[in-house]
C-alpha cells in the first residue's frame, strides 16, 4: 500500500510559477514510474508529465513542455513538477500517481497506475 500525498498547489496570476510535491509513505516509490496529472472541471483527467524511477525517461503533455519540469528524489521518495509561465487553462485539480506494476511505456493510461494521491488544486488567475 502507498499513500501519496500533494503539496504546493494555490492561487496563482497568469505568468506566474508553482512547484507541487508528492511524498509518498507506506511503500518505497524509488523503483517506480510517476506521473503527474491533472483534471478540470467538466474535463477528463489527463496526464501532464511522467517520469521513470531512474529520471532517464521523461514525458511531457504538449500542452506544458517547455514550460514545466517533472523530477524526482527518491532519497527523499518525492516527485515534484515544476511550473512555470502558467496559464489560466492550466487551472484543475493535480494528483500525482505510482506504477507498481505496469510498464514505462504506459506511462499515459491512467489505468496503467496502482495508487493515487487526493490532489491539491491549481488556479491560474488572467
Known amino acids: 500500500q502507498v499513500q501519496l500525498v500533494e503539496s504546493g498547489g494555490g492561487l496563482v496570476q497568469a505568468g506566474g510559477s508553482l512547484r507541487l510535491s508528492c511524498t509518498a509513505s507506506?511503500?518505497?516509490?524509488?523503483?517506480?514510474?510517476m506521473g503527474w496529472f491533472r483534471q478540470a472541471p467538466g474535463k477528463e483527467r489527463e496526464v501532464v508529465a511522467a517520469?521513470?524511477?531512474?529520471?532517464?525517461?521523461?514525458e511531457y503533455a504538449n500542452s506544458v513542455k517547455g514550460r514545466f519540469t517533472i523530477s524526482r528524489d527518491n532519497a527523499k521518495e518525492t516527485v515534484y513538477l515544476q511550473m512555470n509561465n502558467l496559464k489560466p487553462e492550466d487551472t484543475a485539480v493535480y494528483s500525482c500517481?505510482?506504477?507498481?506494476?505496469?510498464?514505462?511505456?504506459?506511462?499515459?493510461?491512467?489505468?496503467?497506475?496502482?495508487?493515487w494521491g487526493q490532489g491539491t488544486q491549481v488556479t491560474v488567475s488572467s
Open positions: 500517481a505510482v506504477m507498481i506494476r505496469g510498464y514505462y511505456s504506459t506511462y499515459d493510461a491512467l489505468g496503467a497506475y496502482d495508487y
Open positions: 507506506g511503500r518505497t516509490i524509488s523503483n517506480h514510474a
Open positions: 517520469i521513470s524511477w531512474k529520471s532517464s525517461s521523461i
